[in-house]
């Protein structure tokens, strides 16, 4: 595939509609929508890196969960995987009562090498108003997920197949 060109990209889903978004941008409904998408494991869990001191819960989408579930090794997302962590206060806190949504989306071929074509969204939430801090581009989220290629940047996958969950 040549050069990401900046447009839209659309993928089919496995329930037969499709996913479609712009590059690098992330809508606020996609912090409603990934509170319904399949959570990886059935607790909160200490985060590891960049989100130590939080209690996350992390969910995958419909494109993300096969490729997880699959135990390929290495591990290569498929574009319009999205995987996303909630911070929790507690493990009863409800996933609408969030403080923070981090999001890794595989982009198309080309978007940024460094990332493995991964890109980065956090939402701060104040009351019940949730607002983007980062988008796009992150060399704060690839410094810490470049670590494991192997495991296509996705540090959950690389957390949960080589050692017990914390």
């Known amino acids: 595939m040549s050069a990401f060109d900046g447009g839209s990209t659309s993928v089919p889903m496995p329930d037969g509609g499709s ?12 912090i409603t929508e990934a509170q319904g998408w ?6 909160t869990y200490p985060g590891t890196g960049g989100h130590s001191g939080q209690r ?34 507690a493990e009863a806190t409800p996933l609408d009562q969030a403080t923070r ?18 890109s980065w969204g956090v939402a701060n939430r ?16 690839t410094g810490c997920h470049q670590a494991e290629p ?3 940047f996705a540090r959950t996958v ?4 080589t050692q017990t969950p914390p």
């Not at 982009?107 to 460094?114: I, K």
């Not at 104040?126 to 989220?141: A, E, I």
């Open 56 to 89: 996350v819960r992390v969910l995958f989408n419909g494109l993300a969960a096969p490729t997880y579930d699959s135990m390929t090794d290495p591990v290569q997302f498929q574009v319009g995987s999205v995987i996303a962590k909630f911070v929790v206060a």
């Open 38 to 43: 399949r959570q990886v494991l059935p607790t």
């Open 158 to 161: 690389q957390v949960f197949r």
């Open 101 to 118: 949504a981090y999001f890794m989306r595989k982009e198309s071929a080309g978007w940024d090498a460094a990332s493995n074509d991964w």
């Open 126 to 141: 104040s009351g019940s108003t949730w607002t983007y801090s980062t988008m796009g581009r992150s060399s704060l989220c």
């Open 150 to 152: 192997r495991w296509d």
């Open 19 to 30: 996913l479609t978004w712009t590059p690098g941008q992330y809508s606020l409904d996609l």
